[in-house]
């Protein structure tokens, strides 16, 4: 993928209101060619999905999930602008894929960064500055190595920053971005629960040596 200017990413975003990280991306992938970068984010249905981001979303569907196996079950809210759109197959084939995406990946927490509580962000800080590999570096240094290490995983924690299961090139939200732009109506992800057969419950260990060996002596 080739490098491109901020220069560049400016002129694309002010050009289709896509957001940064995708005009740097298609830039990329068509070797900082902006007329063809425009027509990558139109095919991708980015820079229409961008400009329809603010509309709101209150219409959509509940999806389930259940993994072979019923081990892993998971309940995901899909929205949208309106109840014919909901019903349609793309919408509900996302709100199929998003909801195994969630099956997927245990360790996500959150749809996005942004709802990530300060009190969980400031843990993860508070670990990432004692560990000892940065012990003696100077404290400039240290402040931007913790950065780089909590924004990586905060985005493990988010939904929307994972790999998409089916296609690890792009991401959860620009899976979003690519059906909204075909549909044509904002599209968000709402919120989402995961269960897992068993969590939570407490299991008494029963030693069956020790059993067998008093029932034995008994």
């Known amino acids: ?19 940064m990280m995708d005009c740097k991306k298609a830039l990329g ?24 981001s603010s509309r709101a979303a209150a219409e959509g569907a509940i999806g389930s999930y259940i993994h072979t196996g019923a081990r892993v079950g998971v309940l995901l809210e899909l929205n949208c602008e309106t109840d ?13 894929d998003v909801s195994m995406q969630v099956a997927a990946c245990p360790n996500v927490e959150y749809v996005s960064t942004d709802e990530i509580p300060q009190d969980i962000i400031d843990r993860e800080k508070s670990i990432e500055m004692g560990r000892d590999d940065l012990d003696g570096k100077p404290d400039q ?3 931007k190595i913790v950065e780089g290490r909590i924004g990586k995983r905060l985005k493990e924690l988010s939904l929307l920053d994972q790999p998409f299961i089916r296609d690890s090139s792009m991401s959860v939200a620009d899976l979003v971005k690519e059906v909204a732009g075909k549909i044509g109506e904002n ?31 008994s």
């Open 141 to 143: 240094m240290k402040t």
């Open 1 to 19: 993928m080739a490098s491109v200017s901020a220069k560049l990413v400016k002129e694309l975003r002010d050009k289709t209101g896509a957001g």
């Open 29 to 52: 992938e068509t070797g900082g060619d902006t007329t063809k970068a425009v027509e990558w984010l139109r095919q991708k249905g980015i820079a229409s999905a961008e400009k329809k």
């Open 187 to 217: 599209i968000k992800v709402r919120r989402f629960t995961r269960y897992t057969l068993g969590e939570g419950i407490e299991i008494e260990q029963v030693d069956f040596a020790t059993e067998v060996a008093s029932m034995t002596n």
């Open 84 to 96: 014919f759109v909901a019903r349609g197959d793309l919408f509900q084939g996302l709100l199929r």
